[in-house]
């Protein structure tokens, strides 16, 4: 596809439940990022991969989360026995190999614990 | 530490006027700066970046944005409002100085309210 690509666009998870976050980034971009934006907040970075190495996760705000490259297109964020404050959207960006490209996002994943 | 600040949470300006949107930044080597645009549901769309070269540059939708060093700003503008401008802007920036940092840090946003 022509952008990045984000599934589920919605989802709903009990608490406790874990959770999986899809995302396809633009074909041929090397730098990938996963963004977390609580409501009425900035996105903040959560963890970068280039190719299928994941180069920083000094943002994942605890080890219930993990995120996977393996082969350096497809990502996935996991939450493991989510909680409430996890509720937000995930979102997941691309760029082109250097650090003056712009990063294109895709529409985010809205995660509800209820 | 990098850090983005957006002092205005709500910009209205009447349809046709100029608007401004602020934002400034802090770095410990030279700024990559960016703006992006956020509409209700959908993802962050890129509007501009200044990289190096011009202070002043150009982007999507007839925004433009100038960067001024000694303040460490990078202030949004554009000519004339129109509705379809109303939305959620977000500045970003990355320290060029940072090997491997990459990633972007962004401001909390300031909604943009042009009125008809």
């Known amino acids: 596809g022509a952008g990045v690509s984000q599934s589920p666009r919605y989802k709903v998870a009990k608490r406790g439940q874990d959770v999986a976050l899809r995302c396809d980034p633009i074909s041929g971009h090397v730098s990938l990022f996963w963004y977390q934006q609580a409501l009425g907040q900035g996105p903040e970075f959560l963890t970068y991969f280039q190719n299928e190495a994941q180069l920083d996760k000094s943002g994942l705000p605890s080890d219930r989360f993990f995120a996977e490259r393996p082969e350096g297109s497809v990502s996935t964020l996991k939450i493991q026995r989510t909680q409430q404050e996890d509720s937000a959207v995930y979102l997941c960006?691309?760029?082109?190999?250097?650090?003056?490209?712009?990063?294109?996002f895709g529409q985010g994943t809205r995660l509800t614990v209820v | 530490a990098q850090s983005v600040a957006q002092p205005e949470d709500q910009v209205n300006v009447a349809e046709g006027n100029p608007l401004t949107v602020k934002c400034t930044y802090s770095?410990?080597?030279?700024?990559?700066l960016f703006w992006y645009v956020q509409y209700p549901n959908r993802g962050l769309q890129f509007l501009l970046k200044y990289i190096t070269g011009d202070n002043l540059v150009k982007g999507s939708y007839g925004f433009e944005a100038e960067f001024n060093k000694s303040q460490t700003s990078f202030h949004l503008k554009k000519p004339s409002a129109l509705v379809s401008d109303s939305a959620l802007y977000f500045c970003?920036?990355?320290?060029?100085?940072?090997?491997?940092?990459?990633?972007?840090?962004f401001g909390t946003g300031t909604r943009l309210t042009v009125i008809p």
């Open positions: 970003a920036v990355r320290d060029a100085s940072l090997t491997g940092a990459n990633n972007l840090f």
């Open positions: 770095v410990s080597g030279n700024p990559y």
């Open positions: 960006a691309s760029n082109r190999a250097g650090m003056n490209t712009e990063a294109f």
